[in-house]
């Protein structure tokens, strides 16, 4: 996603008068940048100079933010993110607790589970500056604004056109990013206008396109190694029941000729270690590590003076986003198996003698299978019928031979503002103001139907278009297996089931299959038949009546001037609806085998996926209504004091108060110390609140499984009491400000951990609580495929948003430059330049999260220290303890050249069985030595990630500026981290070297 903040030369020396200034964190005019309140402020120039970095750069290099979603996104139980939006993260608090602005306006968020506000949707083209606050601000914004808040304005009084392109090259990747933006504004006597559009594409990086997510299994078990897999491993069918012992098992002797891992595994549902097993790597090889997308933003803004003393002021946002997404070809089955209705071993995937795929491989290998099994059977979570080959292009799935399994999404935001200000009484201020945002996002996609994979493997598949291959003509699915002539066909899932390699695979792509026959292959419309398609659609909306009124009180003056004050109201609606296409609604398909019986009563109503779950449409509405005061208190000339304070009460009768105090010292002209402490909160979102399941997936000992997500009626808001002391220093060329920061969570809303949640069931993964009755609470949140309780067997696991025990945070935030130029004198005699050295650094001391307790007494997660660890399915992102950037800038005439070096500080992978034990998995080569064969300890220790940008600006004639920038100069490669995709993408890119040119032009 590329959405610079561009600016040319001229741009950033024009005049732009602005009558009243009011800063992020308070509704006062007139307060300073450098008050007590800790505000970093970001213009398009500055930007400009570092080399014109898109939406997802600018968040992750502020030193303050935490891990983001944007870039790519895995599951770290902090809530899983749709692809094509960005998210901003104060203090690594989480994304929903920073409180994003346009113009000091709310905007709303995401309409999925895990909402926050989408960054990348808003005018890039147009905005002038950004203003970070980096403190809870709810006693002037109300809720969502712990972390603290950041607001995007746009440019004022802007004139003329500014026409800006750029295009990035990243190595390996498909097509360039784009950049194009168009800005006019004019100026009258009376008022102005300000419009703006914005074109961006993100061009597609496969996920063989770099190394680091190619290592082999002894590097990375984690980086989604499954033996879920085709080729996989089955259980013989012998005198009329499935051999599930371990020695039993069987793997498809094709594993290793596809290049596969040969390995072992308790997951085929034995009871005892060493069940063989073939791992791959299917969802990281097929996905992209830069998904292929589309962004546009149109922007308008009017500011017209009615009068003397009324104005009026407008702006209108349309964005849209798409995004294409990529995973494995098919998926393993999570849901529930095939039932008595089509497998004759319910529980299995059955697969009969006759399955032609089966009879070759026999031949192939006359001693893998034993003379008298009647067939094999496959364990739900073991089957995936489509692999390396990838899927079939004449099947309409993929865009491309053997291409992956393809998602379609769409955001779409409208917004509208607009309101009326002016003056009363000559001298108070007021302004009233109304506002309405909607966004729409709409995920299309597919997924297998588990009965009709079963009458496949049986030979009862149809066609798609022409399922002829019916109830009537099989004679209730006992005749005509596989007879072509009725429409009836056969589904192969063994490793001489496809031709050639995928051409966009990592393993040997495009060569042939030595292993394969025309005579059982697949026909690529039997796999669109065993397919059905899914529909998200959700949207959120909220309308914001807002009402300020601010001045100075007349009859009171202390030492250090006039008293300023602010106060004011604000009703908010929120709304949150989600819809669903008919195959992933529960109240259209309910259970496994609606689609074939027509049946909507079941006891298990999981619907006919073999991974995706059932969603409930909702359709819910929350008010809030919100009182606020603030005063600004000059004690003396150099000592003040800003104080505000907040009342909101919402829907459900709850309600809340939160104070703030600020103060602020000027000590010496050099010195000065600022400080703060108030209290701040969230109310809890529509969607944490809508009972209403909604489905995901999540890597569960090295398998997707299903996880079921709903909200809980009952949260309490959460809350925070935060305090920071600081300095501000400036002397001649000089300055710098140190602040501390701490921050005490309590009742966060946290969705439940899938790590803590399968610890406290299956300590040490063994079951000795299965059947306990003290833990039948929380063994009802699993399902089991075969349905026996064990960890090896997890189905699906159910999950709820909760009043988590809280989080303690605090640390330090250093930022500071220093013109050298104006130092030596003897420097810039002899070059004619300015140069500047600076840095800006965050770094976290503690970050301490209580342990989580059930109302019935459970423990779900002991307390750690989240600071310095990957905290990979914890319900926190990864934090590391140092974040921050340091560069140096010379500028000399019209030349500007800017060295930067980025540096995210070392963490730890604090998952013990991911790195020890003796689990038996694929890094060994025999049964016997999966109990004593420890794993590799690469990328327990997550390295630090330091890389290096260099941008050059020239100031041409004409108005017009050419910048040019190198990023990660080095071509530093992300450390290794035991995830998806072998890295963090939280706080590092998978990118490389980049090379980058832009071009603006001011008329």
Request: net charge neutral; glycine share 10%; aromatic share 10%.
């Amino acid at each position: 996603m590329t959405h610079p903040l561009q600016a040319s030369a001229a741009d950033a020396a024009a005049p732009a008068t602005v009558d009243e200034v009011v800063v992020t964190g308070s509704f006062i005019v007139g307060t300073p940048e450098d008050a007590a309140l800790p505000v970093n402020v970001i213009s398009a120039d500055t930007l400009q100079r570092r080399g014109s970095p898109n939406i997802i750069e600018t968040m992750k290099e502020l030193p303050a933010n935490g891990g983001i979603n944007g870039q790519q996104t895995f599951d770290t139980g902090a809530g899983v993110a749709p692809y094509g939006v960005v998210s901003a993260n104060l203090r690594n608090l989480g994304p929903a607790r920073t409180l994003v602005l346009l113009n000091g306006k709310r905007l709303t968020g995401v309409p999925t589970r895990n909402t926050f506000v989408d960054v990348g949707s808003l005018p890039q083209a147009a905005i002038g500056r950004v203003e970070v606050l980096k403190d809870g601000a709810a006693a002037t914004y109300g809720s969502d604004a712990i972390g603290g808040v950041v607001n995007f304005i746009t440019r004022k009084n802007y004139d003329g056109l500014l026409l800006s392109g750029s295009v990035k090259f990243v190595p390996d990747a498909e097509d360039p990013d784009y950049n194009l933006s168009a800005v006019y504004g004019y100026n009258t006597d009376r008022g102005n206008i300000l419009l703006s559009v914005g074109w961006q594409t993100q061009g597609k990086l496969r996920g063989n396109a770099r190394s680091f997510n190619r290592r082999a299994y002894l590097q990375n078990p984690e980086g989604t190694w499954s033996p879920a897999n085709t080729p996989g491993a089955f259980f013989p069918v012998v005198n009329g029941a499935v051999q599930t012992a371990a020695a039993s098992v069987i793997r498809d002797p094709g594993c290793a000729t596809l290049g596969a891992q040969p390995g072992f595994s308790t997951s085929q549902g034995s009871t005892a270690v060493g069940g063989q097993a073939c791992y791959s790597r299917l969802s990281t090889v097929f996905s992209f590590l830069a998904n292929p997308e589309t962004h546009l933003q149109l922007y308008g803004e009017t500011n017209f003076d009615l009068s003397d003393t009324l104005k009026f002021h407008g702006e209108a946002l349309y964005a849209e986003s798409t995004s294409l997404t990529a995973n494995s070809p098919t998926y393993p089955t999570t849901n529930p198996p095939p039932d008595a209705a089509t497998s004759p071993f319910p529980g299995f995937y059955y697969i009969p003698a006759s399955n032609p795929g089966l009879a070759l491989l026999r031949t192939q290998f006359p001693n893998a299978i034993p003379a008298a099994a009647t067939g094999v059977a496959f364990a739900g979570v073991t089957f995936r019928p489509v692999g390396p080959s990838g899927l079939p292009l004449a099947s309409g799935l993929p865009d491309e031979e053997g291409g992956p399994r393809l998602n379609h999404l769409v955001f779409k935001s409208y917004r509208l503002s607009g309101g009326f200000s002016g003056k009363m009484f000559d001298d108070i201020g007021w302004d009233l103001s109304a506002t309405y945002h909607a966004m729409n996002y709409h995920d299309r996609g597919y997924d297998q139907i588990t009965y009709r994979q079963q009458l496949a493997l049986r030979g009862y598949g149809s066609l798609a278009g022409s399922p002829t291959c019916t109830s009537a003509v099989t004679n209730g699915f006992t005749t005509n297996a596989g007879n072509t002539a009725v429409g009836c066909y056969y589904l192969n899932p063994f490793s001489n089931n496809f031709a050639n390699f995928s051409p966009v695979g990592l393993v040997t792509p495009g060569q042939a299959n030595p292993l394969f026959s025309p005579s059982v292959a697949n026909n690529p419309q039997l796999i669109r038949w065993i397919h059905g398609d899914t529909l998200i659609d959700n949207t959120t909306r909220l309308f914001v009546v807002d009402g300020v009124m601010n001045g100075q009180l007349p009859f009171i003056e202390l030492p250090g001037g006039k008293v300023g004050w602010a106060a004011g109201g604000q009703f908010r609606r929120n709304f949150y609806r989600a819809s669903y296409g008919a195959l992933n609604d529960v109240n259209v398909t309910p259970c496994p085998n609606t689609l074939l019986d027509g049946l909507i009563n079941c006891t298990n109503k999981a619907g006919p996926f073999v991974l995706g779950g059932l969603s409930t449409p909702t359709n819910v509405v929350q008010n809030v209504y919100a009182a606020f005061a603030e005063l600004n208190l000059p004690i003396t000339d150099g000592i003040g004091a800003h104080v505000a304070a907040r009342y909101e009460r919402y829907g459900g009768g709850s309600d809340t108060f939160n104070p703030k105090l600020d103060l602020r010292w000027k000590v010496f002209d050099w010195l000065a110390l600022r400080g703060s402490v108030g209290t701040t909160f969230r109310a809890p979102p529509l969607q944490y609140l809508d009972p209403s399941p909604t489905n995901t997936v999540a890597q569960v000992s090295g398998f997707y499984r299903a996880s079921i997500t709903a909200g809980n009626p009952n949260l309490q808001p959460e809350k925070a009491t935060t305090y920071s002391v600081g300095a501000i220093f400036k002397a001649g060329p000089a300055r710098a400000t140190l602040d501390y920061w701490n921050f005490d969570f309590t009742q966060p809303f946290v969705q439940e951990g899938l790590a803590p949640l399968i610890a406290a069931m299956f300590p040490a993964n063994s079951s000795v609580n299965c059947g306990n009755p003290a833990f039948a609470q929380l063994q009802a949140r699993f399902t089991f495929s075969p349905n026996v309780c064990a960890v090896a067997n997890i189905a699906t696991i159910f999950t709820q948003y909760t009043n988590a025990g809280g989080v303690k945070t605090d640390g330090f935030d250093f930022s500071g430059s220093i013109e050298v130029d104006q130092v030596f004198d003897a420097f810039r005699d002899v070059t004619g330049a300015e140069f500047t050295l600076g840095t800006d650094v965050t770094f976290t001391n503690k970050y301490q999260v209580a342990r989580v307790v059930t109302p019935q007494g459970l423990v779900l997660g002991q307390a750690f220290n989240a600071v310095g660890k990957l905290n990979f399915q914890t319900g926190y992102f990864a934090l590391p303890r140092w974040k921050g950037s340091v560069y140096a800038e010379f500028t000399r005439g019209p030349n500007n050249l800017r060295i930067q070096t980025n540096i995210v500080g070392a963490y730890r992978d604090q998952r013990p069985a991911v790195f020890i034990g003796n689990l038996a998995t694929g890094d060994v080569a025999t049964a016997a030595q999966a109990t004593i064969t420890p794993r590799s300890l690469d990328g327990q220790s997550i390295k630090a990630y330091i890389t290096t940008d260099l941008t050059y600006r020239l100031q041409l004639p004409w108005d017009s500026t050419v910048v040019l920038n190198i990023a990660n100069v080095f071509d530093t490669d992300p450390p290794l981290a035991r995830v998806d995709y072998s890295y963090d993408p939280g706080n590092a890119d998978p990118y490389g070297r980049t090379y980058k040119i832009a071009l603006t032009k001011k008329f």
